[in-house]
């Protein structure tokens, strides 16, 4: 029975780190690598929240993740999120020349899942981005306003 707790505790963690993307980051520049596309994302809300989920779709390939803190605090309003998109999640590499991606926040803490299924009272959309993106590129993107007034991402100046 103990065996049992000790995987599940360690899936869970494991589940909650892959969800994270490559984290948060304080206010250091962050440098794509060659192989990756890296969205540099500003939190400008009203309240704090539990999970930030980011869909992409570009040519035939689509997928998506999100990222969330791994101790399970809510992810603070005015937070930077670092999130990177990897040369291997796409069929080709000409499948980020006209790629979407779509936000949804989640706007209590609810453990992370693979299948994105989360209580429908806190999940928020908060739009999409199309851009023409790159490898090796970092994308700066600002997601504002909160719960009450919905949320809404655009692509920062």
């Known amino acids: 029975m103990k065996r049992h707790t000790i995987t599940a505790v360690c899936s869970a963690l494991l ?17 794509a690598a060659a192989d990756e596309i890296a969205l ?3 939190l400008s ?3 704090d929240i539990g999970l930030l989920l980011i ?3 570009g040519g035939t390939s689509a997928g998506g993740g999100g990222t969330s803190h791994a101790d399970k605090s809510l992810i603070k309003r005015d937070e930077r999120i670092i999130y990177t998109l990897s040369e291997r999640e796409f069929d ?11 936000f949804t926040v989640i706007t209590e803490y609810v453990d992370p899942n693979y299948e994105n299924v989360y209580p429908e ?3 928020k959309p908060a739009g999409e981005i199309t851009l023409r993106a790159g490898f ?3 994308y700066s993107v600002v997601i504002t306003s909160g719960n009450a007034d ?3 991402a655009a692509l920062a100046e």
């Open 15 to 31: 589940l909650a780190l892959a969800l994270s993307g490559c984290g948060e980051s304080g206010g250091e520049a962050y440098e």
């Open 40 to 42: 540099q994302i500003q």
């Open 45 to 47: 809300l009203q309240e």
């Open 55 to 57: 869909d992409y779709e």
């Open 92 to 102: 080709s590499p000409s499948d980020v020349e006209n790629l979407t991606l779509r």
């Open 121 to 123: 009272e806190y999940t």
């Open 136 to 138: 090796g590129e970092s």
């Open 150 to 152: 919905g949320y809404t």
